[in-house]
């Protein structure tokens, strides 16, 4: 093992890693989750997803990060919400990225729906830092403070 | 141990899919499965009006500025010298008489749910009123200007 890894697979950095991940996204999908019409609107209003699909993201979106919060902070499936994670901030990157490219001038939609803060370069850098935290959690996250059990 | 990662990743979305699904079902807030996507759109017959010049209307006193969100968000924070106007109450018609006739009015909403702001002020041009305008990019625009808002009612 050498030294990066040894770092990185500290079990209180890969813990710190889960629980920033799961505190975050649990957060986020609060508010979505109470306004699903108003979660819609601030995906429509990026201009990324055809309309037909709009709403069933609105719908599950916000549950798969709730669940996968406290999945990885609770410690079971770690790996499996650590790759959920993952994903959807690979998807929350592609389309700020793109928001910013084209100019959009739309509210995030990343925390709170109504006069919530815009997009912004910050808001991708965060993204970004979250996604190093998965990559902690999805290698080394399956160990210790966790539920060991999990599928095989 | 990737394919066991991509393994409870499948069992998790599942299990959340039909979470979402069952309570989107039941509670009052849920939406519809497939998008009415004019929903989503604008669709006002009055003009945009970029945050710069309504400044202009603002500190030259010509404007009355008309907040179109519901009531909390308005306490919350909104232009200052704003009236509210909630697109969902219904009362733009019976609240209508107190907006006055001269200066331009200039309708808002948060970025977001900029919709609210266009059927306020279709609803003014139907009633009659000429200068009628949506605030673009709502209160966010005006508050990146570093325009004045306020609280409460």
Known sequence: ?152 | MMSRAVKEAIVITIVVVVIAFIVNYTRDEGISLIADGDAFRIQTNAEFMVAEDARGHFDAGTAMFLDAREVDLFEAGHIEGAMNLPSTSGEVNSLAYLVPANPDLICYSAAATERQAGVVADKLLEIGFKKVYVLHGGLEAWEEEGLPTAKGN
């Open chain 1, 1 to 152: 093992m050498n030294k990066i890894e040894t770092v990185l697979s500290n079990k209180y950095l890969v813990l710190a890693a889960r629980l920033i991940l799961g505190a975050v996204f649990i957060y986020a999908s609060l508010e979505k989750i109470q306004n699903p019409a108003g979660f819609a609107q601030a995906i429509y209003n990026y201009r990324m997803v055809p309309e037909s699909l709009i709403n069933i993201m609105a719908i599950v979106l916000p549950w798969l990060e709730l669940i996968c919060g406290v999945l990885i902070i609770v410690g079971v499936f770690v790996r499996g919400s650590a790759l959920l994670i993952g994903a959807m901030l690979a998807v929350f990157i592609v389309a700020l990225s793109s928001a910013i490219l084209r100019g959009l001038d739309i509210s995030c939609g990343c925390f709170t729906l109504e006069g919530g803060r815009g997009i912004a370069g910050k808001t991708l850098i965060e993204d970004i830092l979250l996604m190093v935290c998965v990559g902690i959690a999805l290698l080394y996250g399956g160990k210790a403070f966790s539920f060991k059990k999990g599928l095989n």
